[in-house]
């Protein structure tokens, strides 16, 4: 089963006859042109854009019209840059009631688009109602991270983006919030990757949080300049828990799909709108094997999930 296989029948379980609009940059070329083809075989109608969106600037018109029009229902993103913390998403998501999904790398591993999406299903709803009943989040890890933060809106991407309003990164796999503003504060080193920087196990990069504003300590120049390049970047912004069992690395320093893997833990710096106030764009990095409390509750110790808290067994 291929990537758009995955993506239509098992993610969106489209139906022949249905609308999608693509919105794609030179980046997803190849891959927008496999997805047309793929969408003629199988009866799908596509609409399809091409726009030199970059980072953190404004949404062109052409595109903006898949979010805000009622047609297509259906939004595929393939962008280097994406949109998805942009007041238009969240008007398609959740006035529209469109299914928006945000397309990561097409040519990483074919074995990450294919996790089994009722296992996270089942994990994240856990997981989710868990998050829903917490007030405060304690993390820490061995790497040196340690840090706490509200709950505010919660949020799932299980792969499941087959009913009206819903919908996420492809391949999915993370359950998450969006702390309360000003509610975090610690350490945090990402030890993993961090987007747009690239794979940081040798380096790992400390930050120091004070209120959500991130004030790097040991950090490479090229995350001080990423952190730099808009004023939002400087705040914490997501929290989020991987939950996808086959995600495969990839050397790609601008995806992030590590995020995704079970036994991680990631930070979103930057605007947040899908879930939250803060407008601009947004990175996320990651951080390995950490131990999580729920208001003193065992989450996780060392990236293993506590399975009676989850109530999986």
Same mark, same amino acid.
């Given at each position: 089963m291929n990537l758009f296989e995955n993506l239509l029948s098992r993610s969106l379980k489209i139906q022949p006859g249905e609308s999608i609009g693509?919105?794609? /940059?030179?980046?997803?070329?190849?891959?927008?042109?496999?997805?047309? /083809?793929?969408?003629?075989?199988?009866? =799908?109608?596509?609409?399809?854009?091409?726009?030199?969106?970059?980072?953190?600037? =404004?949404?062109? /018109?052409?595109?903006?019209?898949?979010?805000? $029009?009622?047609? #297509?229902?259906i939004v595929v993103l393939?962008?280097?840059?994406?949109?998805?913390?942009?007041?238009? !998403?969240?008007?398609? @998501?959740?006035? @529209?009631? @469109? !299914?928006?999904?945000?397309?990561?790398?097409?040519?990483g591993p074919c074995s990450s688009f294919a996790a089994p999406i009722e296992t996270m299903v089942l994990v994240g709803s856990k997981l989710e109602e868990l998050l829903h009943q917490t007030r405060m989040v304690h993390i820490f890890t061995e790497a040196g991270t340690s840090l706490t933060a509200e709950v505010g809106t919660v949020f799932c991407e299980t792969g499941d983006y087959s009913r009206p309003g819903t919908g996420? /990164?492809?391949?999915?796999?993370?359950?998450?919030?969006?702390?309360?503003e000003r509610s975090v504060s610690g350490t945090v080193v990402? $030890?993993?990757?961090?987007?747009?920087?690239?794979?940081? !196990?040798?380096? #790992?990069?400390? =930050? =120091?949080?004070?209120?959500?504003?991130? +004030?790097?300590?040991?950090? +490479?120049?090229e995350y001080r300049r990423l952190v730099a390049s808009h004023p939002s970047l400087n705040y914490i912004s997501e929290i989020s828990f991987g939950i996808n069992s086959v995600i495969a690395e990839e050397e790609n320093s601008q995806s992030i799909v590590e995020e995704k893997n079970i036994g991680t833990c990631h930070f979103g710096s930057g605007g947040n709108l899908s879930y939250g106030n803060r407008k601009g764009p947004h990175f996320d990095g990651v951080i390995m094997q950490p131990t999580v409390f729920l208001d003193g509750q065992l989450l996780m110790r060392n990236g293993v999930f506590n399975q009676d808290l989850l109530r999986l067994t």
């Open positions: 693509l919105i794609h /940059d030179f980046t997803f070329r190849a891959a927008a042109q496999q997805l047309e /083809d793929y969408c003629v075989a199988t009866n =799908v109608s596509l609409q399809r854009v091409e726009i030199g969106y970059t980072f953190g600037q =404004v949404i062109p /018109d052409d595109a903006k019209k898949f979010f805000l $029009d009622d047609y #297509p229902p393939g962008l280097r840059e994406n949109m998805w913390h942009s007041p238009e !998403r969240k008007v398609a @998501k959740y006035v @529209k009631r @469109k !299914r928006v999904v945000n397309l990561l790398n097409p040519d996420g /990164d492809f391949p999915a796999g993370e359950v998450g919030f969006g702390p309360v990402y $030890d993993l990757k961090i987007q747009h920087v690239g794979f940081v !196990r040798q380096a #790992p990069h400390r =930050v =120091v949080l004070v209120e959500d504003i991130a +004030s790097p300590v040991n950090c +490479s120049d």
